[in-house]
């Protein structure tokens, strides 16, 4: 595991704007064919899509960096799903998910290097008390990878001082395309939603 700082002194220090953008984008085209690759040979998308459309209620968890990746999933989930819950620390808090897991209650933690102690900590007690745990993560050994019913890992390099996104946002864009497909009031939902949208009139290009 790599800080940021390492990373910066290995890939950014002393490198010309041109050098480093053709590093940058050579490495982000092998990133996204490996991706492509692993999503086509494995099936944990799939089974993790069929265990969230079963799920009574879904909660998201990503804390640090990871925290926009659980609210992208969050929000394109919850476009086709009820029962999506985005666990931000105001609105729906670490503690009082835990003292109400029900069955069929489900918990999708997003856990990317430096893995941050207050996600492997909270989804680790989930599992622990009887939840469902989903793991999206970028290494076989991370933490949580043990707790986990189902693990999603979707490995990734960096030619930059930043890992890149691009994979876990591949893998998390095919989870939510799978899931939203696989829910039978998917379609209603999303209907209902637009026609509220054009109602309160929310973007620009509708009057």
């Known amino acids: 595991m790599t800080t940021p700082a390492e990373r910066f ?8 704007a041109q050098v480093l953008k053709q590093r940058v984008l050579d490495q982000q085209r092998t990133e996204f064919g490996k991706a492509l690759a692993w999503a086509a040979e494995h099936d944990a998308i799939e089974a993790a899509a069929a265990r969230i459309v079963s799920a009574r209620r879904r909660f998201l968890l990503g804390n640090g960096k990871s925290h926009a990746y659980a609210a992208l999933l969050a929000a394109d989930l919850s476009a086709g799903l009820s029962g999506v819950h985005l ?3 105001a609105t729906v808090r670490p503690l009082d998910m835990l003292s ?8 999708v933690a997003v856990s990317m ?3 941050r102690r207050d996600t ?3 989804a680790d007690a989930y599992a622990r008390h009887g939840g469902d745990l989903i793991l999206v993560t970028d290494a076989p050994d ?6 986990a ?3 999603i890992v979707v490995e990734r390099d960096s030619a930059s001082y930043a890992n890149s996104p691009t994979s876990i946002v591949l893998a998390l864009h095919l989870l ?3 899931t939203i497909a696989s829910s039978k009031g998917a379609g209603r939902r999303l209907h209902e939603r637009d026609a509220l949208a054009r109602e309160l009139h929310l973007y620009v290009d509708e009057s």
């Open 142 to 147: 991370a933490p949580l990878a043990d707790a």
């Open 113 to 115: 290097e430096r893995y």
């Open 149 to 151: 019913g189902i693990s």
């Open 176 to 178: 939510a395309t799978l």
């Open 87 to 89: 666990v931000d620390g």
């Open 9 to 16: 002194d290995r890939n950014v220090q002393r490198r010309s």
């Open 120 to 122: 492997v900590d909270v």
């Open 100 to 107: 109400d897991i029900r069955q069929g209650d489900l918990l």
